[in-house]
């Protein structure tokens, strides 16, 4: 287990935080300035899901047996990892009412339970699958969605006191996500048939272990979560974003008439503002509950995401319709930026995510960087909400 230090110097974050997987890199926007950090540290192979939880930031790494588990201090972005199996594909977390942190394991059909304080494995339950993905947890009662990649069609139920399977009940093929409506039902969203567009979604009365519903959604649904009565499950590969009535079951928004486009990663905030990643527009964006468009965040290649807090706007030394540009690029000396916020910081991060080089602007919103001071190579240079490239070479 290696601890980290990421040493970013941040402000106070008052309002909260919207993490972003994008790509290798672990990306911040702070929700009450808007303010864009693309690299608060480095993430291992397949980056698969991320949980905020507790002061902390939990991010799930499918393809790696040494850094499965990363672990980011909120504010600090101290970092610790901890392994998990080996060749397990590990897919998922959830933080569980009983202070555990539930992983699990796509390949060892399994669900771990971890204490995240000292990030140590505590016990793991075998037998779970086939493929477990996405959880959610109702009393002392872990739900699991065991899809099969394909052939499965089980959502294996785990009693968390006992860490035994007490049940597995039946829903529609290829199940990968669970969401507990908290008054005895589950909502388990199935991805169905590879390339055929006949997802749905199953009702499922947890009492008898019995489907009531099936709402046929079309598309290639993922996984899913709710705010304020609405069900949100996404379809990352092509359609977008569904919603359901979870009292009335009526469908809001299905493959032939999406809520949005993206979906590669949906969060939902403490005000209920819907957050989605769209990784073919390389944007964040915000929506209220009547799903009007708050907002858009430029992040890179953006997947899964959590958020804390609420979103509640960007201040207003933050806007501009002017683009961050640098002069020359590349650079091998001296470069100047300009169209920045005037009196902004400008940070320069090198592609680990530290950073190199730290600058004010003047007045008008322009500075220079000290490129020779430098290694050659490719740099993001960030002022409020705004990136630039920046490609450092040698005399």
């Known amino acids: 287990m290696n601890s980290i230090g990421i040493g970013l110097v941040l402000l106070y974050l008052i309002s909260g935080d919207a993490l972003v997987l994008s790509g290798g890199n672990l990306a911040h926007i702070d929700t009450e300035t808007g303010v864009v950090t693309p690299s608060l540290g480095f993430l291992h192979t397949y980056p698969n899901d991320i949980v905020i939880h507790d002061g ?34 590990c897919w998922a977390s959830f933080p569980l009412a009983n202070g555990s942190l539930a992983i699990t394991s796509a390949l060892n059909n399994s669900v771990s339970m971890v204490n995240y304080h000292v990030m140590q494995v505590t016990s793991t339950v075998y037998g779970v699958g086939p493929n477990p993905e996405w959880m959610d947890e109702e009393g002392d009662l872990l739900f699991v969605a065991c899809g ?100 009335t079951l009526d469908i809001l928004h299905d493959a032939g008439n999406p809520l949005c486009a993206g ?44 958020v804390s807090g609420s979103w509640t706007g960007i201040s207003e030394n933050s806007r501009s319709d002017v683009t961050l540009s640098v002069y020359p690029c590349p650079a091998t000396s001296w470069a100047t930026v300009s169209g920045g916020c005037p009196g902004g910081v400008v940070r320069v991060y090198d592609i680990t995510g530290r950073i190199a080089a730290e600058h004010l602007t003047d007045q008008n919103g322009v500075c220079a960087i000290d490129a020779g ?23």
């Open 56 to 89: 902390y930031a939990f991010v799930v790494n499918s393809g790696n047996d040494s850094g499965t588990l990363q672990r980011f201090e909120l504010g600090s972005w101290e970092m610790q990892e901890l392994g998990i199996g080996t060749g397990w594909n």
């Open 263 to 306: 979906g590669n990663g949906i969060a939902v905030d403490d005000s209920g503002y819907l957050w989605v990643s769209d990784g073919m527009a390389d944007e964040v964006r915000v929506y209220d509950q009547a799903d009007n468009l708050l907002q858009i965040y430029s992040i890179e290649n953006p997947g899964p995401l959590a």
């Open 373 to 395: 001071k430098l290694q050659p190579g490719l740099y993001s240079v960030v002022c409020g909400e705004k990136t630039v490239r920046l490609a450092v070479t040698e005399e």
């Open 148 to 247: 099969g990649w394909g052939s499965g069609e089980s959502v294996a139920v785990i009693n968390t006191t006992t860490g035994n399977i007490v049940d597995t009940l039946s829903s529609g093929i290829n199940c990968q996500s669970v969401v507990c409506d908290g008054s005895g039902r589950l909502f388990v969203t199935c991805s169905g048939t590879y390339g055929s567009d006949n997802g749905s979604v199953a009702v499922i009365d947890i009492s008898t272990g019995s489907v009531t519903a099936e709402l046929s959604l079309g598309g290639f649904p993922a996984f899913s979560t709710d705010a304020n009565g609405i069900l949100y499950t996404a379809d990352p590969w092509s359609t977008g974003v569904f919603a359901i009535n979870m009292n």
